[in-house]
């Protein structure tokens, strides 16, 4: 992804995941050490009891996980502790760091009793008002008010309808982690139902790999500066897409968001025009003719750079600046097609 949402976002709205997390721990622990298991609401904790008293799915739902777990053995119920503490480091999985359990037979019964708990804890995100307070901190935090997967879907505003909330690690498979705030990222609607579906980003064809960490501190950045614009076949450029960094993070960025597809066919081609006759424009408006030299169109291209940089275009226009950077490099290289491109926009003006 382009920008990286904030920590805090995640962190500060998390206290439904948290409670339902603790319950359990308690629930868990309290049998081990044949301890009586407090009454709902004491089962929570303190700071956050008064909010969730009066749910009563989640304690039936908790009270259904306690049956289930007195018939357990110890180790097969810190087996299931352990699988939520595991789907539950999102930054750890992403970065390959930490290793998916696979579940086994014996635990089906707790775990399908937990996919209901964790999946009654997202409906309540919504119920508590806790999505919404998500939503508006990584709305707020973002400088440019699109989807940071592909950076040109528009995000609407906090009170209207929302963007999707996804899944990053999928729900039917990290079960327990299904209302963890640091596994739900808000995402355009293209990147989510069209693009990114239900593939498992830390695995393809059963072999595992990275993945960007949309609260983490990796972001990808596009350069064109590779990308030859004249072709002799067609009149839009052959575009060729860098994505720094590129490790597997970005890389599985791009496969399963299928980036550099759409930035040409959807981006960048349909622009391409655009951004020519843009260029034109500025150039004349700097009474750059045909009679300029080449030093000062260079002048001018730096110029023109510099603006769409510092006031970049937002949804599909988005990647002018790096059209108009790719341009101006070639045209400082002496690519001649370039120079002659860029030369036969300006106007020509006849001696006196
Ligand atoms: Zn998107």
Not at 53 to 65: D, E, M, P, Q, V
Not at 177 to 201: E, H, I, R
Not at 203 to 213: D, E, S
Request: one cysteine or more; proline letters at 5%.
């Amino acid at each position: 992804m382009l920008v990286n949402y904030p920590l805090s976002a995640a962190q500060e709205n998390n206290w439904v995941h948290e409670c339902i997390y603790e319950a359990i721990s308690l629930i868990v622990n309290n049998l081990n050490s044949a301890t009586a298991i407090p009454d709902w609401p004491d089962i929570l904790p303190p700071i956050h009891r008064d909010k969730l008293t009066s749910r009563k799915t989640i304690k039936g739902l908790l009270a259904n996980f306690e049956n289930i777990a007195v018939q357990l053995t110890e180790e097969q119920r810190n087996k299931a502790l352990l699988l939520i503490d595991s789907q539950n480091n999102i930054a750890g999985l992403l970065a390959g760091e930490v290793t998916p359990l696979a579940v086994e037979d014996e635990l089906n019964p707790i775990i399908d009793c937990l996919k209901l708990v964790f999946i009654e804890g997202f409906r309540l995100l919504k119920e508590t008002g806790s999505r919404d307070a998500h939503y508006k901190a990584i709305y707020d935090s973002l400088a440019v008010k699109t989807c940071p997967f592909c950076g040109y879907e528009p995000f609407e505003a906090p009170d209207q309808k929302r963007e999707d909330e996804d899944h990053y690690l999928l729900k039917d498979k990290y079960v327990t982690s299904a209302a963890n705030f640091f596994n739900l990222v808000p995402m355009g609607g293209k990147c989510n139902k069209s693009y990114k579906l239900q593939q498992d980003l830390l695995f393809k064809n059963n072999i595992r790999r990275k993945a960007l960490n949309p609260y983490g501190t990796i972001n990808a950045e596009i350069s064109l500066i590779n990308t030859n614009p004249i072709t002799l076949l067609d009149d839009k450029p052959n575009w060729n897409i860098s994505i720094s960094p590129d490790i597997e993070e970005t890389r599985t960025w791009n496969e399963v968001f299928s980036i550099e597809q759409r930035l040409k066919e959807t981006v960048l081609s349909p622009n391409y025009e655009a951004v020519l006759s843009e260029t034109s424009d500025f150039l004349q408006c700097l009474d750059l003719d045909r009679q300029s030299t080449d030093a000062q169109v260079l002048l001018g291209l730096k110029k023109f750079e510099r603006h769409k940089k510092r006031n970049p275009e937002q949804g599909l226009g988005y990647l002018k600046d790096k059209v108009v950077g790719m341009l101006r490099f070639h045209f400082e290289s002496g690519n001649p097609l370039v120079v002659a491109l860029i030369r036969d926009a300006l106007p020509q003006i006849e001696a006196a």
